[in-house]
């Protein structure tokens, strides 16, 4: 039986880079081991600790002297870099995501994924884009209920879905529509013409109606109390004021028309209310949760003894996402201990999103930068042209275009059936494959390109591998100079799952190149004596 109880004891190597994996981008040996001491308990309370990783460039993405380039409380105030054009200042935004998600030590980036995985927008309007993607930060650990709120009054929601132009004489249904089929309840089964069972079409009308009179306008503009974004206004003359009844979905509620700009929000914080209340609701942010963090598939085991609870907890404590994930991520079903069916792992079952993978292998590589953080165009480097290759060639090559996904479904790697694997196909395999050789040289595979990391691995091997010294005799080698000694832990750091049988032996021949283990650690001693590593 699938279980919510607390895992006991600490996790251990394995256990461990399976947490990190699955809840931060930033997964390093050092991390690795270090959790590996803590227990499920302890391991997830500091990654869940919204003040456990302070941003590491607070006012969003810098030009080459400091100065932000994006402003909070302005749309229209963009300095920036001389003759700094819209694709580049583009590129500067999803770069400023980019080190924020890499260098977060708690989960925070892999949340506000999660919250871009469910609220969709593709990302067009240069400044609205990045007061978007601020605005995902800034409510990471807030509450799902307060952000269906407040991001439909965003800029660059209210554009993207034409709530902008819902007007009470000729009314915009498609936010509303998206609400109910993709952001909140979800479609149910067709029970009758236009009958969802969680909803029907006539609800989407009276939801449209809720909604009419949000003005995004950048010259007249509200400021959210809670982040300090800009945000959307009410426009009276444009809502419709009359009482909106929904269907039996919704127990024939009916929410009450307002007049004044200053209460058009109450009434749609009603509807948001009455959407919320419903359990089809939580328990859709909980399959979510589970598809994005957990499992492709979710059994009918883990329907009943996870999804459920788990959305029960959700929906009797304020849509309080955070504390779920804790009891989800602390449980021996996410450790995959409550069962001994090999055709269902947990562990190791998931297949990287392209973002996931770029980072990912940044720090388990523990890459260095190849640019001088002292220089002063520095910050003009990262920004502009260091990602520009990262963010345009390596991402959008293999399947998930920095912008956002292509349409408002989302992600297919992240939305779709099948989900994971819809990441992994034949137009993107050959770019996957190539991130190792790109990382090695600092250029990106079969080109002259620029690529602004570049990793030493015998540096890395030194440091992580051969910790105990050696390197002992031939016929007792110590560290490095094992060479299963050697595949094991590069292995165990770079995969959670360390293969075995004939995937080992694979990794061994590669090492070994048909040699013995005694050639390996006399070059792996003459290279600790000589310092020479064309033989290594």
């Known amino acids: 039986m699938a279980s919510l109880n607390t895992r006991s004891g600490a996790l251990g190597k394995r256990l461990a880079h399976h947490l990190l994996s699955r809840t931060t981008y930033n997964i390093t040996p050092t991390r690795i081991d270090y959790f590996a001491t803590r227990t499920a308990t302890q ?15 607070p006012d969003g993405p810098l030009d080459a002297t400091g100065v932000k380039i994006f402003s909070d409380s302005d749309y229209k105030h963009e300095p920036g870099f001389s003759g700094y054009n819209g694709g580049n200042r583009r590129r500067a935004m999803e770069s400023w995501r980019t080190y924020e998600a890499m260098g977060a030590t708690n989960a925070k980036w892999k949340i506000i994924h999660y919250f871009n995985s469910i609220f969709s927008v593709f990302n067009q309007g240069l400044i609205y884009g990045h007061h978007y993607w601020r605005f995902l930060e800034k409510m990471a650990f807030g509450d799902l209920k307060s952000f269906a709120l407040k991001i439909t009054y965003n800029h660059e929601m209210l554009r993207y879905l034409n709530n902008n132009v819902n007007r009470k004489n000729s009314p915009n249904e498609n936010y509303a529509r998206e609400f109910l ?32 009179g949000i003005i995004s306008n950048t010259n007249v503009q509200g400021v959210d109390p809670d982040t300090g974004i800009l945000m959307g206004y009410n426009l009276a003359s444009q809502h419709d004021t009359g009482n909106k009844t929904f ?87 996410f450790y995959d201990e409550d069962d001994t069916n090999s055709n269902d792992e947990i562990i190791g079952g ?42 345009s060639l390596h991402l959008t090559v293999t399947g998930k275009d920095t912008r956002g996904p292509v349409t408002v479904e989302g992600f297919p790697g992240w939305n779709d ?51 105990s010294g050696g390197p002992g005799t031939p016929q007792s080698p110590i560290g490095a100079a094992d060479s299963n000694v050697l595949i094991n832990g590069m292995l165990g750091y770079l995969l959670v799952e360390v293969p075995v049988g004939d995937r080992l032996c694979y990794f061994q021949k590669q090492l070994l190149g048909g040699l013995s283990t005694i050639n390996w650690f006399t070059a792996w001693s003459d290279y600790l004596t000589t310092g020479v590593d064309t033989e290594v």
């Open 417 to 467: 059936g099948g989900v994971s694997r819809n990441w992994f196909s034949t137009n993107y395999v050959y770019y996957r494959f190539t991130y190792g050789v790109s990382f090695r040289r600092g250029r990106v595979r079969n080109t002259g390109t620029f690529f602004p990391y570049r990793a030493d691995m015998l540096a890395w091997v030194e440091r992580n591998i051969d910790v």
């Open 43 to 57: 391991a997830v309370n500091e990654l869940f600790d919204p003040n456990g990783s302070p941003p590491l460039y």
């Open 247 to 333: 269907s039996s979905a919704f127990q024939n509620r009916t929410i009450i028309g307002r007049s004044t700009a200053a209460t058009i929000t109450d009434e749609i914080a009603d509807f948001v209310d009455m959407v919320f209340d419903q359990l089809a609701t939580a328990k859709s942010y909980v399959r979510k949760m589970y598809t994005f963090f957990v499992s492709d598939e979710i059994s009918t085991e883990a329907e009943n003894d996870i999804i459920t609870p788990l959305a029960t907890q959700l929906l009797n404590n304020g849509y309080d996402h955070v504390a779920v994930m804790k009891t989800l991520f602390k449980s021996v079903h």
């Open 181 to 212: 089929e993709l952001f909140t309840i979800l479609k149910g089964p067709q029970i009758a013409t236009g009958n969802y069972t969680t909803y029907t079409e006539a609800d989407i009308s009276q939801a449209a109606r809720v909604l009419t």
């Open 350 to 391: 998931k297949i990287k999103s392209p973002l996931e993978l770029l980072l990912t292998t940044k720090n388990q590589l523990e890459a260095t930068h190849l640019r001088d953080p002292n220089n002063g165009s520095y910050y003009d480097q990262i920004f502009r042209i260091d990602w520009a290759y990262l963010c």
